[in-house]
């Protein structure tokens, strides 16, 4: 209580929980006895500690890095460790035996190895380092995210989408309207990235399957300066898809500028970094303007419009698909006061871009373009309040906004092309008319956390924490578009904010908060990590009070009232134990309770109830489903086991098993009204369970040569895959009762395999080999209705993938300059677990080719091809 209550007096800002790690050991003499008030400082940098009786010290909030470590007493040599990893929110051991002076001073130095794997960690954690993410052939967070074992496709241990928090440097940055991640952050910027696939602290909530922490770089002591140029496209000459699409090469439809400065400016300690990039990506299929959306009338006798022609284009080729994307950072940091950090960053996103729908391709005006915004930045500070204690500070601000539509103004003259028309004799081709979709989203969030953390003694390190986030979300259409008979004629009407049927765009003022405390305890031969976390959402909605006269249109029953939907509180039990083995052999076991409420775009879609004001008696509303601010955080228990040991200095192996139990998914519940009518509603109502094991064998660096190879068995089933499914299997008169069957990205068993060599300020080669056996898919044994056999029960295809890296170094004097060539795709696989013929199982044909035959000319149903790059970096820095 005492620690909740230091927290509680820092509630005006707010903390960043995963930023630092920690630095431990003992220094003793060669009679291995305590080396008392020994100096213990890393060298470079304002760390350092003494050491106590016993002969123990504790270096607390290290950024992560790479560090070397002087220890000093009066009558022993001075002793140097060099190359002490430091990751965020982990111990990093550090023992000396220290020599007696003797006559000469010389300092000892030992090059510190870290071992290939971490045995007091009590979770299932991955960290990637800036020197392992400059060799490999991943451009942004995500690329990375997704190579790690239990980990396909976004899914985290067969989670569904949206259940993984995203960090930066300890601060989520996830939207709360579908719980995505709102930025993309780069790999020029990230100094670290941890992936937890499993079990977490109770300092991370409202994620269910995982966490990933993006720690960025951080400013330099000297002035540096790194460039990165490169251009590229697509190669795939001979390949089948040349029947579909061009094979012909445009070596300048990928092109990146990236610039990243960092240094000290002219305030006592005070260092920024500066990253600003240019991005654009033209994807593989390139459309022909050969029509654009202005048609023209085709009347009859009485005038009335029956039809159009396409209007003829230009014939210019046009990128069907594409992204523009400005995007930077900023980041500075002050140390000049006592006890005390102060530093601002902000990041930010601009993108451009159309979804390349190949239907459009003779019309690709026609097609809707999609903008976002995206920028999250704010303060942080560090309050040292003792040596062995610090208070965290942290207030941030998430802004992100997004559009979907052809033409900003809804009177644009330009929509009077009509909706999307394809021509009878030609389907599957778009010849007239423009994409009437229109939707627009704001998440504009203020964040504020603290934490404490206090290194009580030698076994204890308490951390406790608050966090408090008013997210205003905005979503919905800036105005429909829909065509009526007026005058005897087919007639464009703008719909503008008219509900319930044309709801305009709608804000909505929900409140998360949380409290945590957890305790980190260490001995020799055990660690235990142990906390909980509360967490409260209050959605500030009301619903109608009587959900069978829902919109106070059945007469002579109980009238219905708005009813303030009432807060959710839930509390979450956290444990983790790590017991070595031996020195070089360890087991643990994590248990946790997980909970994550549902996105706001989930709960207030659809939301106003008397849309149902028209439901007729004795009928259902199956198709649409209504949005419920009421319900209940989703919940997931996990359980997990692990053993690692290193094998070897080099060679490490870890093995984890878990298990998922989630219950409270997002899924349909069906109401009944008081006339016998049906409607469906959001509700807490799907379940499902995930069973399997990973392991990871980890080759560290020997010679020029490192391996990493994972391999991932599970299986992941539930009742529904998508919250909605319940509901759309009733409309389609199918039985909608729960039925377990496979997820639909359920994968039993995945690969990835990473190899690498390098010779520092040389040269360096890196590949990538990813296999994955086939997801689910619902087999079809004729055409029509009702002709599937069980839900999932077909397996599409195995699948690989494999991309390569390679870098050659100079150096012209101070400054550093490196050629680079990436090539994704290299062996042009057309397939990875994606679209299949549900009659075949093979993405490649189908038994009914004449009424697939619009998806069997689409070349977008194949994974995209090939991928060539060529660049250069250059700078002062080591571009790491």
């Not at 007096?9 to 006895?33: E, P, R």
């Amino acid at each position: 209580m005492l620690v909740f209550a230091v927290v509680l007096m820092c509630l005006g800002a707010a903390a960043f929980a995963g930023t630092t790690g920690k630095i431990s050991g003992q220094v003793l003499d060669k009679q291995k006895k305590p080396v008392v008030a020994a100096t213990v400082a890393v060298v470079g940098h304002p760390y350092g500690a003494f050491t106590n009786a016993a002969g123990h010290f504790d270096i607390l909030n290290v950024p992560p890095g790479t560090y070397d470590l002087r220890v000093s007493r009066v009558g022993f040599k001075p002793y140097l460790l060099t190359g002490i990893v430091v990751s965020a929110d982990n111990t990093t051991a550090a023992d000396f035996a220290m020599q007696d002076a003797g006559i000469t001073t010389e300092t000892v130095v030992v090059r510190s190895t870290r071992p290939p794997v971490e045995i007091n960690l009590t979770s299932s954690l991955q960290s990637v380092q800036s020197k392992d993410i400059a060799q490999l052939p991943v451009q942004e967070l995500q690329d990375i995210v997704n190579l790690q074992a239990g980990v396909v496709a976004g899914h985290f241990r067969g989670g569904r989408l949206g259940e993984v928090q995203f960090q930066v440097d300890g601060v989520s940055v996830n939207n709360a309207y579908d719980n995505s991640a709102s930025v993309r952050v780069d790999r020029s910027l990230l100094q670290e990235v941890q992936v937890i696939s499993g079990t977490f602290d109770a300092e991370y909530g409202q994620a269910m399957s995982g966490v990933v922490n993006a720690v960025l770089k951080n400013g330099t002591p000297k002035q540096e300066w790194n460039a990165e140029v490169f251009g590229g496209g697509f190669a795939f000459p001979g390949n089948e898809r040349a029947r579909l699409v061009s094979d012909s090469v445009n070596p300048n439809s990928i092109r990146n500028f990236t610039l990243t400065a960092s240094g000290p400016v002219h305030l006592p300690q005070t260092l920024f970094l500066a990253n600003v990039r240019r991005y654009r990506f033209e994807d593989y299929v390139a459309g022909v303007r050969k029509y654009v959306p202005q048609p023209t009338p085709l009347l009859n006798d009485q005038g009335v419009q029956t039809g159009t022609i396409p209007t003829a284009g230009d014939g210019a080729a046009a990128a069907l698909g594409y992204s523009d994307e400005w995007s930077g950072a900023a980041k500075i940091a002050n140390s000049s006061l006592p006890h005390l950090k102060l530093s601002y960053q902000a990041l930010l996103n601009a993108t451009e871009g159309r979804r390349g729908t190949y239907r459009f391709r003779y019309n690709p005006d026609g097609l809707a373009t999609q903008q976002s915004w995206a920028v999250t930045h704010g303060l942080d500070a560090t309050i040292s309040v003792s040596k062995s204690s610090y208070v965290d500070l942290s207030l941030r601000q998430n802004y992100f906004t997004y559009d979907d539509w052809a033409y900003e103004d809804l009177f644009d003259p330009r929509y009077e092309a009509g909706p999307p028309v394809e021509q009878p004799n030609d389907p599957g081709v778009v010849t007239s008319g423009v994409d009437f979709n229109r939707f627009h989203q704001t998440t504009n969030a203020f964040l504020l956390k603290s934490s404490f953390v206090s290194q009580i003694n030698s076994v204890h390190q308490a951390k406790a924490g608050v966090e408090l986030q008013l997210p205003q979300v905005s979503f919905g259409s800036p105005g429909s578009l829909s065509y009526t008979i007026l005058n005897g004629r087919e007639t464009l009407i703008r719909h503008l904010d008219e509900p319930p049927d044309y709801p305009g765009v709608r804000t909505y003022y929900p409140v998360f908060g949380a409290l945590y405390a957890q305790d980190q305890m260490e001995w020799k031969d055990l660690s235990v990590r142990a906390g909980f976390r509360v967490d409260y959402f209050d959605s500030r909605a009301s619903l109608p009070s009587d959900l069978a006269n829902p919109a106070n249109s059945i007469s002579g029953v109980p009238q219905s009232v708005p009813q303030r939907v009432s807060p959710k509180i839930t509390v979450s039990p956290r444990l983790g134990v790590a017991f070595p083995i031996t020195t070089t052999a360890g087991v643990h076991f994590a248990y946790g309770h997980f909970y994550q409420y549902p996105p706001i775009g989930d709960m207030f879609s659809n939301a106003d109830y008397s849309v149902l004001a028209r439901l007729q008696s004795s009928t259902n509303a199956f198709g649409r489903v209504m949005g419920n601010p009421d319900v209940d955080a989703e919940k997931t228990v996990q359980y997990e086991f692990g053993y690692k040991q290193s094998l070897t200095p080099e060679i490490g192996l870890d093995l984890t098993v878990f298990y998922k139990d989630i219950r409270d998914l997002r899924g349909v519940e069906f109401i009944d009204t008081y006339n016998d009518a049906t409607y469906a509603r959001l509700s807490n109502a799907d379940f499902g369970n995930v069973l399997g094991f990973t392991v990871v064998f980890d080759h560290h660096q020997l010679g020029p040569a490192t391996l990493a190879v994972d391999y991932t068995w599970q299986t992941a089933q539930g009742n529904t895959s998508d919250p909605y499914e319940t509901a759309v299997r009733a409309a389609a008169g199918e039985d909608p009762r729960p039925s377990v069957a496979a997820f639909n990205w359920d994968q039993t068993h995945t690969i990835n395999t990473t190899l690498a060599l390098a010779k520092p300020g040389v040269y360096s080669a890196s590949t990538i080999v990813r296999l994955a056996s086939g997801q689910p898919y619902t087999p079809v044994l004729d055409a029509g209705f009702g002709n599937g056999l069980d839900r999932n029960s077909g397996r599409k295809p195995v699948s690989a993938l494999v991309d390569v890296r390679a870098e050659r170094e100079f150096h012209r004097g101070s400054t550093r300059v490196a050629l680079f060539s990436r090539i994704f795709n290299l062996f042009d696989t057309r397939f990875f677990n994606g679209a299949v013929f549900t009659t075949t199982g093979s993405p490649y044909y189908s038994r009914f080719p004449q009424t697939d035959r619009v998806a069997l000319q689409d070349p977008t149903r194949f994974y995209g091809p090939r991928r060539i790059e060529f660049g250069v970096t250059l700078g002062s820095g080591s571009g790491q």
